[in-house]
């Protein structure tokens, strides 16, 4: 697998230079972050909805919506800041592939496994009462 992430690293690395852009982690975070709270967003209310149907009336469910919204927003800040503060010579550094590849696939973990994790516990939680 590591070798794969370096053989992508790698290709990354060459199509901007073939396309002619800067490297910049700043802004490729940036997307990564836009874009897995699209897809989270489209998982939460898509599980979500799917606990309202099968626990009815229980008030669990929505406390489970307010948690992930209020647990994303903090941790997808927190990627983009990591990513935001760099100094322009920084952004462009190609040693910091490995970081940002490692930082991108946590960020994706959490955006698709997110919603599942927690709102499967909130429907145990209500099972049990």
Known sequence: M????RRTDEADRDQH???GRALDWRKGMSDNVAYA????????????VHAIKQ????ILPYLALVVLVAGII???RWFERRWRDLSDEQAAD???AGAYRRDQILLWVLAI?????????FMGIAAIF
């Open 2 to 5: 590591v070798k794969a992430l």
């Open 17 to 19: 230079a073939a396309d």
């Open 37 to 48: 709270l699209l897809v989270y967003t489209g998982l939460q209310i898509f599980v979500t």
């Open 55 to 58: 626990l009815g009336s229980s």
């Open 74 to 76: 903090p941790a997808c």
């Open 94 to 96: 190609p040693s910091l």
């Open 113 to 121: 496994g997110l919603p599942f994790v927690l709102t499967g516990l």
